[in-house]
Each structure stands twice: as C-alpha cells, then as structure tokens.
C-alpha cells in the first residue's frame, strides 16, 4: 500500500509539473484525466479514454506528461516506491497509445528497469553469500549491484569486506591443514586462492611459509625413514649397510642434522671395531690376504686410524700370495674365482674367497700332450715357497707329476693321482730368479688338474 | 634322418654298448657340404682287449705289427670303422712316446715298415718328417703317430702318420701368417685359398697340433689339425665363438647354431677342426665332450 501511496504522490506532482509547464487549458485538461488513471494505476481506462477522447491536438502534450512519468519509473523502481510490476504495466500502457517520439524513451526505460531488477537480485543473492561465509560468490555477486541502486554504496563497501573475510578463512583453512601436516592442500588451496585476490601479499607470504615448512616436514619424515631403516639393518647386524644408508642419504640430501651424525658416529665406531675384531682373528689363523682385503673393504666404508695402523702392520709381517703376482708364463692356470670351491678326490673342499686358489690343468690324448705351467720371476725376493697340492676330483685316473724348478733346475717333485693325499709343500726358493710350477702327465690318455691351496712365498 | 639324429643315434650306440670309449664325432665337409661322418672311439684296456678278438685287427698285430706293437714307447690310439666308397675300412693307430729320442724314433719306424713291404711310403714318411722338421727348425723329430687302414682282408689302404707341431718348443704354435708360409713351403703347397680361414680358425682360439698325412703308393693326403684352447671352465663358454667361426668359414649348412646349441646341451662341443691341405675346400670337424661332461661320464 505504501507503495502505492508513494506512486500516486510522485505521479500527482509530475502531471502538475506537465500542466504548469504546458499552460494549455483546453488539452490539460483531457491529459490530466489520462495521468490521473496512471496515478489510480487504472489503466485500462486510461487507454479506453485515451482512444475515445483524445485527438490528435492533445497528444503533444499527452506524451509530454507521460514521457515525464514514465522517465520518473527507474527511480521510483529503485527506491522500492514501485514494483515490477506497476512500471511493467506503465510502460504497457503508454506503448499501446503508440504516442509519436515515445518508442526510445520506452526502451530506454525498460532497459534501466531491468537492470534494477537485476541489481537487486545480485544484492539479494551476495548479501546471502555472505551470510553463508561464501565470501568470493559474496563480492562477485556485489560487484553487479548497480550505481543506480541505492545499495550500490553499501555494495562497494561489502566488496572489500568480502574480499577480506575471504582472505581470512582462506589463511585460518590453510593454516588449519598446515597443523594437520596436510601440506600438499594448504599449498593447493593458497595457490588456487591467490589469483582471486587483488592483493595477495598475505596469502603469498603465508605460501612461502607453509612451502618452508612443508620441505622441512618432508626431510624430517624422509630423515626418520632412513634412520629406522638404518636402525634395521644395524640390529641385523648389518653396520656396514647402515652406514652406506646414513651415507648415501647425507650427501643425496645434504641433511647435516645432529641426529643423524649421532647415529652415523655410532654405527661407525661399532663397524670399526668389530671389523678390527674380524681381521685380527684372521691375523692370528695366518689369513693375512683376507685380513687385508677386509681391510681395504673397510676403508673405504668408514676412516679410521686404527685401520691404518692394522695395515701397516699386516703389511710388515704378511707373506706374499701367489695370487699378488704376476706369471711371466702362464698355460693351463687357472685363477678361481672367489664365489667357487673346489673339491678334492679325498673329499676335501677347498674355498676360493681368499682370492688365492688355482688349478693347474694337464691333458694327455690322441691329438696333444698338454702339459699345465705357470712362470714368475722372483729376482731371489724370497726365501720360501708354501702351499697345499690336492688333486680335483674332476681328474681322471691318470698318473701326473707336478715339479717346482727354479731357474730350469727340479726342486721338488710331487706325483699325483687320484689317491693322492692334500700334501703340503714348502720349497726353498731363497736363490731361484724363476719359479716354474708344471703338471704333465707322462704316460696314459687323461686329464689331472691339481689344486694349488693356499700358496704363498715368504720374504 | 638331420645331422643331429644321426649324431644322436650314434651317440646311443655307444652308450648301449657301455664302453665309454666315445672320443670324437668327426664331420667331413667339403664345398661346405657334409659328405661323411664318423665316431672315433678311444682305446679304453677294455677296447684293446677285445682287438685280438676281432678281424682284420688280430689279423694285422699278428701278420704286421706284432713286434712294433710290443715295443717299448708305443701304444695303440686309435682303433675305428669307416665305410669309404662302399667299402668297410678299419683303422689301426699307434703313438709313439714323447719322451723317444729321434733315434728310438727311427729304429721304431722301421719295425713299422718291416713287414708291409712298402719302402717308397717309409722313406716318404722321414722326407715328411724331416721337411716340416727344417721348415719349422723344429729340434725333435716330430712323428707322433703312425697307422694304417685297411679292408676287410686286413689289406693295407693308406698308411696313416701323424706329424707334431707341439713337441719342440714346450709351447704351442699360433698359426699366423709365418705359419701358413713354413707349412706350405714344408710340403711345397700352395694354401692361399685356405689362408683366410686358417688364420680365423686361430683367431677363434684353436691352435695347429699336427699334421696328419695319409699316403699310399700314388698319392698322398694331408690334414693340418687344430684343437681348440679353451680348458677347465673356459670350455663352458666356447659355444658363441663355435657360432661365430661356423658362420665366418661357411659350414653352416653342415652345421647350423640350432646344431651347435644342441650339440652343446648334450656335452659336445667342437674341439678340432682339420684341414685339407691339397683341398681348400674341404674341412673335418670333430665335437668332443666337454672336460666336465666326459668326467661326470667316467
């Protein structure tokens, strides 16, 4: 009703305003009876008396004063003093009377209404936004209220209240998921939340720090896994795989954290000792070789002094193993490789992790005779030649014979068969320049390889 | 019936008959075709045994080698049967010790020849010997082995000899360039056509160990014979370099890789491989059992 009320009142004034302004007595009055339907809302009659009464004569001024109503619609629109409705049916009116110059202004008119009424659905729909604390739909939707609505002031000022409550959710969701260590969506929803933000220091800002802490969330996590399986193999006994674990995942990852190092140190003093524990057993059984490959294995997994020190002395008292020189002459000699043993005719085995196990191989038949050699020079450097002669039980049933000459003169000789028992040998070489060791197999078709153990040549 | 059945079959017999004398299975080739093949057996106690039983060789040992087989430093090598043409051959071999001096070598030649009246073939064995001697300034006499084969009657065929390469030096010759040369000049052959495969043959880790001669009273035949260097676990691994020569001197039609793999998985592999020298064309291949085959079979 109020509505209504306020219609009629601004309708009243316009229409006096158009006969003040007119000062034509005959028509006004004819138009003032067509604006005073408008103002009764009644416009079926204004349009039937409209038809009926008035001529040509009137309709200068007749659509001077409707022009004036119906300009005067979108404010009164605006200011809630009309509906949609009344200006719909105003604007209906004065286009069925077809007045001559009134099309544009009619468009005009209807245009701005309906941006009106577009504007107050946009204020309707932000201020609900808002309320739901959807603060981006808010300021979106804010951001269509019309400068002619009279909410547009309050519109402008909601944008950035928007904008900055969006800002705060958006910080206090991520720093939410930040102390959930969720730090993949803190940063998903930081990043996808920026470009909305004009201004996006803070957001920007609470990027970097959350992308810090996500990094060093990560290597903490990265340094717990390697430390537990680090803490695994050590309990496996397994230090030297522990220490490659510590090692690999300090220089990969450039970690210089005290726990880590703490750990390493540990793992590292007990490596060493039990190493320098290994090696001096090995010592004491006369495996100076083994001992020194241990050694030299375990330099390079973790330094010490005392390994050093153990070389040192190893290096002073060891003998020197067939297998550190080098056969001038070599036909038939065979180095074993490490993960290989061998077997004797007596049953015997013979391992080749030492590095220093060989077989010497002579073959007799219908085509060659091929005896099995191998040749050192030793310039008189030692003084003793040591080692265990067993028979592979790959041999035939053939008689051999192994000789140990030194510069072209027999030194020792040693038959061989498939009975023969491991023999140990020990052969003054304390003049020899050249060693030769030889198999033949003198008489019947076969083949014997003799096993040489364990040799070694004292200084 | 393939290559590889016959070889099988072959193979079976042996087996059946227990004697564990299997010592080669030779292939003859020739223009890169297989004309003939042969299992050699080796002289177990237990083959020795039996020759006396058997003719023509009880016929031979009593007819013609009954001295020189009893003599100290000889022992019989190689007892076989080939058909050749149509005809049954048999094959008697004898080694001479290593340890003989040229001397005892001689004197034992003659006890060879002292029967069979064939002196042109006798002193063409030591004008053979002496050639690949001086070729090679060799410092031993080098005759290694000397046969005969013969017909059903025990009529001698072809006498056999077999000429060492090995012995003078301690070590074994590589047959490189010089080699081709000496050997050609020692029995004035011409053996550029065969120089290429020869010289690939050695690159394939084989080594020339002898010449094996067979001659009769018109013409003579000769065999320079490799043995592959591979010992102990290396024998293991020879199958792609047995592929790679196979194909590189043509004899992939006699022998295909499918062979070889075949040949391999049973325990075989190609451990000598002869040569024709008046026949370029011409090749024997002998498979033997791998070092740790043939033990596992003793």
Sequence with gaps: ?459 | MSLLKRIQSSLLTFGQQGKDSFEYLGLTVRKGELVSYKVYENPTPRVEAELGKQLPYRMLLDKYFGRFAAASGVRICDVSESLLDGEDRYRLVFTLDRRLSHREKEQLLTYFFENLELPEICAAVRQDAAALAQSFDMGVWPLQQIGVETDVHAAIRVVKYYLDLTQDSGRRRACDRDFVDRLGSAFALNLEPQARSLLQIAQHRYRPVFVGINRDTENSERKLYFKSDAFGRQTEHVLPMSESLVELCGWERVVTKADLGALHKQGLYLEGIASTLERADEWRLYFAYLPRWRHSRV
């Design chain 1, 1 to 459: 009703m109020s509505r209504k009320h306020g219609w009629k009142k601004t309708l009243t004034l316009a229409s006096s305003a158009a006969i003040l302004t007119t000062g034509l007595v005959g028509c006004t009055n004819k138009v003032e009876k067509i604006t005073s339907y408008f103002a009764e809302q009644n416009f079926e009659e204004a349009l039937n008396y409209y038809k009926s009464k008035i001529k040509d004569k009137d309709r200068e001024e007749l659509t001077a004063a409707l022009r004036e109503i119906i300009l005067a619609l979108p404010e009164q629109f605006a200011a809630d003093e009309i509906d949609y409705e009344l200006a719909r049916k105003t604007l209906d009116t004065v286009e069925a009377m077809h007045l001559s110059g009134m099309s544009e202004d009619l468009l005009v008119v209807r245009a701005k209404i309906q941006t009106l009424v577009n504007s107050k659905q946009a204020w309707l729909t932000a201020e609900q936004a808002f309320a739901d604390g959807d603060f981006l739909a808010a300021a979106a939707s804010y951001e269509r209220v019309d400068p002619m609505d009279p909410n547009h002031e309050a519109a402008v000022e909601q944008i950035a209240k928007s904008f900055a409550e969006y800002e705060a959710s958006i910080l206090a969701q991520a720093d939410a998921l930040a102390t959930q260590d969720d730090y993949d969506a803190a940063i998903s929803l930081l990043q996808e939340a920026i470009p909305n933000l004009e201004d996006a220091a803070a957001l920007e800002s609470r990027l970097e720090e959350i992308t810090a802490a996500a990094e060093e969330f990560r290597l903490a996590e990265e340094r717990r896994a390697v430390l537990a399986e680090a803490e695994e193999e050590a309990s496996n006994g397994n230090l030297e795989e522990a220490l490659g674990i510590l090692d690999r995942y300090k220089t990969q990852s450039g970690d210089s954290s005290a726990e880590l190092q703490t750990l390493y140190d540990q793992y590292a003093a007990d490596y060493i000792n039990a190493t320098l524990q290994q090696v001096q057993e090995i010592m004491d059984a006369g495996e100076y070789g083994e001992a020194l490959e241990i050694l030299e294995h375990a330099r390079q997994v973790a330094e010490s002094e005392q390994f050093d020190a153990l070389l040192a002395e190893i290096e002073a008292v060891r003998p020197v193993y067939l297998s550190e020189l080098r056969a001038e002459e070599r036909d038939r000699f065979e180095k074993i490789e490490r993960n290989e043993t061998l077997k004797d005719t007596q049953g015997n085995s013979y391992s080749a992790a030492s590095g220093n196990l060989f077989q010497l191989n002579a073959t007799k038949g219908s085509w060659t005779s091929e005896p099995g050699m191998v040749e050192y020079v030793l310039n008189s450097n030692y003084s003793l030649l040591s080692g265990v002669v067993a028979v592979d039980d790959e041999s035939d049933s053939v008689k051999s014979e192994l000789t140990i000459e030194g510069d072209g003169v027999v030194l020792y000789t040693l038959p061989l068969s498939v009975s023969t028992e491991p023999t140990t040998v020990s052969v003054d070489i304390s003049t020899v320049n050249v060693l030769k060791i030889q198999l033949a197999i003198p008489e019947n078709d076969g083949k014997l390889i003799a096993i040489l153990s364990g040799f070694y040549l004292e200084k």
